[in-house]
């Protein structure tokens, strides 16, 4: 009876003239409950934003015993702080356009072992100008990584659980984030800071070794290409046992639009504005996130806190991170993603000025940066699934990977803007108030972008 239904709910898929059926693999995946090869796709996603926050972390936390061992001045840190970022832009704008005419597994991998190996030879680097070339390095891996995982996360998970397993899966970052806390915390004291890029490069090697074993293709961009018709019958079988395709069987992906992929489809009429308004989102939440992880523990010890206590303020924002990405996801699934991730911003930014006008008070500093870590490091999945779904699968990586690596910009102004206003003496209350505007700026561009058309299937010539 199984596999009569399963045929059944094949065959209303549709079929052409000469009779051969065709299966919309959306739709398939859609209507059906999560499976262990679904399940198998967003843990190895998890395991490798897991790495990724991590070393999202590091630099900040290993920061003052690098400066403390070369003797230089923590604001000359900045140019570390930023090279990462800033091969972020380019790893993103590179590897997001190839993976739609790659697919997505074969950039994962290349842009998990590029992260890995410079990762581990920040611990080698004899001089700040060579830390910071690997730093940009390694950033081209970690700019790459997340625009192929977030396609390939959202176009296995069913349409009704998206935003609630997308989210699930890249609060990974945030608890990376919070495990580098803690293990910096306790490496760095005993080690030295190069333990902690040990950690940082030899596991992701591992999980490399993993993706290119276990992690699948994209069902939805083997339908997009037309030509893995059998590739994709195996991957099917995989999520339904039951599932019943003939030699014949064609398989389709319904918001296919055109096989020329190009950065220029993200613009035209219905495209635009919508493009570069995300890509502002973007921009303002890497400017808050980047600012939280490069100078948190340096503004923390400005305000009184011993070094470890320092150290483990990061821990605040990166457990409420995690517990913030779950909550959205739930949120988005419920009542949409602009209108979560919008709220979102409001709280981040509010939670951000509470900060500067209660750091000296331990009852509203620590639910402050909880707070202010569930909307902007948990803000970040869930503006990813907000991204994924503006796009069709031909152009999901290329409009995310130019939205994330373009809004990358805030990532290296972040850090920067700390550097001038620590530099310049600034009170920790001034400081925080500049890192709460760009919530607010963000909450009112996601309203913008809810409220104008969008139409990315149309084929622009």
């Given amino acids: 009876m199984a596999a009569d239904t399963a045929d059944t709910a094949v065959a209303v898929s549709g079929s052409n003239a ?71 832009v380019f790893g993103a704008l590179t590897l997001g356009p190839l993976a739609d005419g790659w697919g997505r597994k074969r950039p994962v991998i ?88 040990y950690v940082g490069g030899l596991v992701p090697l591992a999980m490399a070794a993993w993706a290119a074993w276990r992690l699948p293709e994209s069902i939805r961009f083997l ?52 493009t570069l308004l995300i890509t502002l989102v973007a921009a303002l939440n890497t400017f808050m996130l980047y600012f939280l992880l490069s100078w948190l523990p340096t503004v923390m010890k400005l305000a009184g806190l011993s070094t470890r206590a320092a150290l483990l303020s990061t821990v605040l924002p990166n457990v409420g991170g995690v517990v913030g990405a779950i909550v959205l996801g ?4 419920r009542f949409g993603g602009f209108r979560a991730t919008a709220v979102g911003g409001l709280i981040a930014g509010s939670a951000a000025l509470v900060v500067g006008f209660g750091y000296q008070e331990p009852a509203i500093l620590i639910p402050a940066l909880f707070f202010a870590g569930s909307c902007v490091m948990g803000g970040q999945p869930a503006l990813y699934v907000v991204i994924a779904s503006m796009y069709p699968t031909t152009l999901r990586s290329t409009g995310t990977g130019f939205a994330l690596g373009a809004g990358r910009v805030g990532s290296f102004i972040g850090p920067l803007a700390g550097g001038v206003m620590l530099a310049n003496a600034w009170s920790v209350r001034e400081i925080f108030i500049v890192a709460a505007l760009p919530g607010f700026a963000a909450a009112l561009a996601l309203a913008a972008v809810s409220l104008l058309p969008r139409n990315f299937l149309t084929p622009q010539v």
Avoid: C
């Fill in 223 to 274: 339908a997009a290409r037309g030509d893995r018709d059998a590739d994709i019958a195996v991957l099917l079988r995989r999520i339904d046992p039951a599932a019943r395709f003939t030699p014949s069987t064609h398989f389709t992906s319904a918001d296919y639009s055109q096989k020329r992929v190009s950065i220029g489809l993200l613009f035209g009429p219905g495209r635009t504005w919508p």
């Fill in 18 to 88: 000469a009779g051969t059926s065709q299966v919309d693999v959306a739709r398939f995946i859609d209507e059906r409950p999560v499976s262990r090869l679904q399940w198998s796709v967003f843990a190895t996603a998890m395991a490798i934003a897991t790495l990724d926050g991590l070393d999202l972390q590091s630099m900040a936390l290993a920061g003052p015993s690098v400066a403390r061992e070369w003797g230089i001045e923590p604001t000359a840190l900045s140019v570390a702080f930023t090279a990462t970022p800033l091969g972020m």
């Fill in 330 to 333: 739930r949120l988005i699934d």
């Fill in 110 to 197: 290349i842009a998990t072992l590029l992260f890995a190996v410079f990762s581990l030879l920040t611990a080698f680097a004899p001089s700040l100008p060579v830390l910071a070339a690997f730093r940009f390095l390694m950033g081209l891996g970690t700019g790459g990584i997340l625009p192929n995982l977030i396609a390939l996360v959202s176009e296995y998970a069913p349409a009704k659980r998206r935003g609630a397993l997308t989210t699930l899966t890249f609060s990974a970052l945030p608890f990376g984030s919070m495990l580098g806390g803690l293990v910096a915390g306790w490496l760095i004291p005993d080690f030295g800071w190069r333990s902690v890029f």
